[in-house]
């Protein structure tokens, strides 16, 4: 399968605890983005990457929240003293060029689903 | 900021019932509208790309068209297996897609 992977799909962790989603974007596109999803709303941005390099963050992302992508491949996504507000579908896309210019289509993974109990 | 509004928020039709979806935006430099759809417990599943005004993309029974303010996706004659959530989202020079919440489409046979 050469689509976008994500990885766990389902974690449930306790307030405060810390956890780390991976996604592994299509191969020949080198940007990559997270988003959040609540039930209900359209997925929020939250952060991407243009190869390793990151280019935005959005100011609504806390300190608890970072993000890699070590040589432009896949990225991982880590939240710090999760709180119950954290809960959500994260999902990560990925997307390419067309004739050396960024398509802006993105290609999801099934997304890692988070329950802060 | 750029801005994506949807409606309605749900909408429910017979099989073969025919409508439309909407999508208003507010962009800095539209770089491309895209729709989506998402099945529950799903990640979104890219459709379609309009750049510009006049535009119009078709596949199957949706059509895509893009005026300067909004994007309408037409479904002609839809069948259950068209229910879904459907995604508007808009890309502009700050270069990420911003999305709408979504319009959930229950077709009833």
């Known amino acids: 399968d050469t689509g976008v992977s994500q990885n766990p799909r389902h974690k449930i962790t306790k307030r405060g605890q810390n956890v780390t989603f991976r996604c592994d974007p299509i191969?020949?596109?080198?940007?990559l983005y997270w988003y959040r999803q609540t039930l209900g709303q359209g997925p929020e941005f939250l952060t991407y990457f243009q190869n390793e390099a990151q280019l935005e963050k959005s100011r609504l992302l806390s300190d608890r929240f970072s993000a890699e992508r070590p040589k432009g491949s896949f990225s991982t996504l880590e939240i710090q003293r999760t709180e119950q507000g954290d809960s959500a579908m994260y999902l990560c896309?990925?997307?390419?060029?067309?004739?050396?210019?960024?398509?802006?289509?993105?290609?999801f993974g099934e997304g890692s689903r988070l329950t802060v109990l | 900021e750029d801005q994506v509004t949807q409606s309605p928020e749900a909408l429910r039709l017979q099989e073969g019932e025919s409508s439309s979806l909407n999508c208003s935006y507010t962009v800095s430099g539209l770089r491309g509208l895209f729709w989506y759809r998402q099945d529950p417990g799903k990640g979104p599943e890219f459709l379609f790309t309009l750049y510009s005004a006049g535009e119009e993309k078709e596949k199957e029974r949706l059509k895509a068209t893009l005026t300067k303010k909004e994007s309408f996706l037409h479904i002609t004659a839809p069948k259950p297996e068209d229910s879904a959530t459907y995604l508007c989202?808009?890309?502009?020079?700050?270069?990420?897609?911003?999305f709408g919440d979504g319009t959930t489409l229950t077709v009833k046979p």
């Open positions: 896309a990925s997307s390419g060029r067309t004739s050396g210019k960024a398509t802006g289509e993105l290609f």
């Open positions: 191969s020949e596109h080198n940007r």
């Open positions: 989202a808009v890309r502009g020079n700050a270069g990420k897609s911003i």
